[in-house]
């Protein structure tokens, strides 16, 4: 059954203020466009507003929206996290034709001894590990800064084990936001590579099994 744009509107206006992920869908059912949101009320019911000024692609894709769910979640990253797994099961056409022209960016995980997270445009094949695609840049750069300081991991451009011990600690030692790994005698690769593996837990969307392995840890402290 068709919905009216002001039936559309009407249910995106009963949407709650709260982080979530929506699905529009054509009128064969099909899922046309994935889209994530830090207030689903707010941005959903946007494209259903007359005169929102958007562009002509977007238009289009309204045009074609012939209804639409919501996934409510805790958090905008797991939004983002959510939007990431939908888009990838689902290939809306509108996701593919709406992105940027710098696409959506991936998380580069090197494979050596300290390994270190980056941003990248694509994958390569050259033996890292790559996270992604994420929906945005801003956003995913933001969520990389929080696991890090989260999980007091080196943001610095220094590279160990080469540079151990060779400079004082930068500010985020001091600030608490990294565990200075270029002390000498400062903590071991082997508690690296747990941070960095709880890292990639997060960045696979696995957040609730890494909730219960810290949990445990701290029960254990």
Not at 177 to 205: D, K, N, T
Request: aromatic share 10%; charged share 25%; glycine share 8%.
């Amino acid at each position: 059954g068709t919905m009216t744009k002001a039936q559309l509107l009407e249910k995106a206006n009963s949407l709650p203020l709260a982080p979530g992920v929506y699905l529009m869908h054509g009128e064969d059912g099909t899922v046309i466009y994935v889209g994530k949101a830090k207030k689903l009320k707010n941005r959903v019911s946007q494209y259903f507003q007359e005169n929102r000024g958007h562009d002509f692609k977007t238009q289009t894709m309204v045009s074609q929206v012939d209804d639409f769910e919501t996934i409510i979640v805790r958090s905008e990253f797991e939004a983002l996290v959510l939007e990431n797994a939908l888009i990838k099961q689902y290939m809306p056409r509108y996701n593919i034709l709406l992105k940027d022209d710098k696409g959506y960016p991936f998380v580069r995980l090197t494979r050596e001894t300290y390994p270190r997270f980056s941003m990248v445009s694509r994958p390569a094949a050259d033996g890292a590990k790559y996270f992604g695609p994420y929906g945005g840049r801003y956003e995913t750069r933001s969520a990389l800064d929080a696991i890090a300081a989260a999980l007091k991991l080196p943001t610095c451009s220094r590279r160990f084990p080469r540079d151990i011990g060779k400079e004082r600690p930068c500010l985020n030692y001091h600030m608490g936001s990294c565990a200075g790994w270029c002390r000498s005698g400062g903590p071991a690769a082997e508690e690296y590579r747990a941070a960095i593996a709880q890292a990639e837990l997060v960045l696979s969307g696995r957040t609730k099994e890494l909730t219960e392995s810290l949990t445990a840890q701290m029960e254990a402290a």
